[in-house]
């Protein structure tokens, strides 16, 4: 069975400083997502990662992928207000065809002025 | 504009009560899912299906219905709801984008705005 495990599960941080989120796995995988979520809305997809080492950045987040390690980071650099949210990943379980992600917990991030 | 709309929104219904939760997508996507989000416990895959009449049990199949008659639509129905199926439910839709081993992969999902139900 495929875990997936977000830390820290709630995070408050203040404007101007940089946090990383973590987000581990339990078996294989070739797929990760990571998604925003703002209160009361659906989902948005931010990132896809689709191999080792890759990165992705928009703006103040950058997403990463070691999948040696089964670790996925999103890193936000001076952040700011507007960046407050849940932060969930996602994983596509190598092999598992289109048989749906395993989300993590989500991290819920206040950005504090 | 593309998206995939569920209604209806909000739903308060009583124990026991047949409900259909509609979902709908215009961008010709193969492949849906519902989710349930419950505090705490993230989203929890319900159903999903990857073509016209091919639907799955994802990880909480139990006391819920799908079917997938047309390529847009996939309802979610509750034949006999209870107050443990009270969450917030998401419809998905994605493109089955390639064949890997193992199966086919999807494409980011694109979600729905949300039903929230609470069964008493």
């Known amino acids: 069975e495929l875990k997936v495990e977000q830390n820290p599960l709630f995070l408050s941080m203040q404007e101007g400083k940089n946090y990383t989120i973590y987000c581990n796995y339990s078996?294989?995988?070739?797929?990760l997502y990571w998604y925003r979520q703002d209160p009361g809305k659906s989902l948005e997809s931010l990132f896809v990662?689709?191999?080792?080492?890759a990165v992705k950045q928009e703006g103040r987040l950058m997403a990463s992928l070691d999948t040696k390690a089964r670790l996925s980071t999103l890193h936000i650099t001076a952040a700011v207000h507007d960046l407050s949210a849940t932060y969930f990943c996602?994983?596509?379980?190598?092999?598992?065809?289109?048989?749906?992600?395993?989300f993590g917990k989500g991290t819920h991030l206040i950005i504090q002025p | 504009e593309a998206q995939v709309t569920q209604n209806p929104r909000y739903l308060i219904t009583v124990t026991g009560k047949k409900l259909t939760v509609t979902c709908s997508q215009n961008m010709n996507h193969e492949y849906m899912s519902w989710y349930r989000q419950d505090p705490g416990l993230g989203l929890r895959q319900i159903y999903y299906?990857?073509?016209?009449?091919?639907?799955d049990k994802g990880d909480v199949p139990e006391g819920y219905k799908v079917s997938r008659k047309e390529k847009r639509n996939f309802p979610l129905i509750l034949e006999s709801p209870s107050p443990n199926q009270t969450s917030l439910y998401f419809c998905?839709?994605?493109?089955?984008?390639?064949?890997?081993?193992?199966?086919?992969?999807?494409?980011?999902?694109?979600f729905g705005n949300g039903t929230r139900l609470t069964v008493t």
């Open positions: 990662l689709l191999s080792n080492g």
């Open positions: 996602a994983v596509d379980m190598a092999g598992g065809g289109a048989d749906g992600l395993t």
């Open positions: 078996t294989t995988s070739d797929r």
């Open positions: 998905a839709s994605s493109r089955l984008v390639g064949w890997q081993t193992g199966g086919w992969r999807n494409s980011p999902l694109h």
């Open positions: 299906s990857m073509n016209v009449e091919v639907t």
